[in-house]
């Protein structure tokens, strides 16, 4: 029998469901927490910018940083997310798998997906449903998973 695995999540928290027939309710496997995504940009920095000199002249400028602080704790999350599903499916605990989340979340799981794992990715809906109960979250999806 496939086990099918729902994922909803955004860049602080994310809720893992299972559906084991293809039209039964949704219920709860996993809850993940990242307090960080939800935190402002000055409060994941602990300070300015370095300075450095212009490789001409007498000029001094703010060094930049290749990814925000916030940008950087969602990359970390949804990283973290795709390395506990590789895990659940290899161990075969599901065998499909619908992930939803906000559009720019969901393209940040989908940069960490193994082959293995795009391949038991069914569906991505593009939607915040990661505060929604699971009948909520369950209307979002196919009526058959």
Known sequence: MAITWVLAAD???????????????????????????????????SDLPGRAFDSGGMGRHA???????????????????????????????FSQLYVVAPPAFLGLLREHYSPTLSTAVKQEVSKNVSMMAAQEVRTHLPEYL
């Open 63 to 93: 060094m930049g940083q290749s990814v925000a602080p916030k940008q950087q704790e969602a990359l970390n999350f949804a990283k973290s997310l795709v390395d506990c599903l590789e895990n659940s499916h290899r161990k075969g605990d």
């Open 11 to 45: 860049s602080s928290r994310a809720r893992v469901y299972a559906a084991d027939k293809p039209n039964s309710p949704l219920c709860k496997v996993k809850a993940f927490e990242h307090p960080e995504g939800r935190m402002h940009e000055q409060e994941l920095t």
